[in-house]
């Protein structure tokens, strides 16, 4: 009933930017909160950013100010600008939403993840 697929990962600079965005195709449902997690290897995975359908948002302390949530709700994509990236956000970036469908049913939906690798 859905699928989300992230895009944009990559390999940059420490100090470069990035934009990944994430893409929720299906029907029959509506997206509450969309937002963005992060595995680095060895490490758990975390929350990085969230945002509700009306736009408000909460960032993890390590990226307040550098990174930026948004969403565009009639295209069902939610994106992740990264700027001032450094090393330590080199991880796999999953994007997720909650997903409720016409009868009641909710759930939260995961994409496959997009590598960000950022060098010294």
């Known amino acids: 009933q859905v699928m989300l697929v992230e895009s944009g990962g990559g390999l940059v600079q420490a100090g470069g930017s990035l934009r990944l965005s994430c893409a929720a195709s299906?029907?029959?449902?509506?997206?509450?909160?969309m937002g963005w997690h992060r595995q680095a290897p060895g490490k758990q995975r975390e929350l990085v950013a969230v945002i509700s359908r009306g736009g408000i948002t909460n960032y993890a302390d390590s990226v307040k100010g550098r990174f930026t949530i948004s969403r565009d709700n009639a295209k069902n994509m939610v994106y992740l600008q990264m700027n001032s990236l450094k090393p330590e956000d080199t991880a796999v970036y999953y994007c997720n939403a909650r997903v409720a469908f016409l009868g009641g049913f909710s759930g939260l939906y995961w994409g496959q993840g997009t590598q960000v690798t950022v060098s010294s």
């Open positions: 299906g029907s029959g449902f509506s997206i509450n909160d």
